[in-house]
């Protein structure tokens, strides 16, 4: 019972002496940590809508909107901020979290507060989609199929650079 109080009464004195250690906010704006998960934002150039995002967001913040009709088919990938829970999973799994600019990243914004829940919406530009010939079906986005085959482009590039460099150390 003793050593609680002793402990209380250090910490009293320890905050007398150093003063609070909140911040002022929102007299004084408050700068978040480095690796602070504020709001997510989408890059038009760096999402290929490939919609990982939304598999693997827990909240299911992260809808799919694709519009299939004889003039246009097209994907939008629509993240409602007042269903996110910021939890990191989407920049984490973005397909394309390695390319410059990344898919979806978390910003340092925290302040998101509204009346309006149609204004805490995040979108992305429409993506032409590619459907199959026989069925009509939605296969992907077509800048997920062009960053895929840039990307194995990569890979047998250096598969065959590879088996250069094994066939001339065997002569």
Known sequence: MRYPKLRELKEAITAIIKGPCTTKYPYQPHSPAKRFRGKPVYSNDGCIACAACSLVCPARAIEVKDTVDRKKAVRRMVLHLDECHYCGQCSALCTTKADSPPGIK?????DLAGLDRRQMISQTDEKEL?????????ITAKAHLEWLAKRLGEIRQNKSSMRQMQKGHHD
């Open 130 to 138: 590619a459907l199959c010939e026989a069925c009509g079906d939605v």
């Open 106 to 110: 978390h910003t340092t914004e925290f």
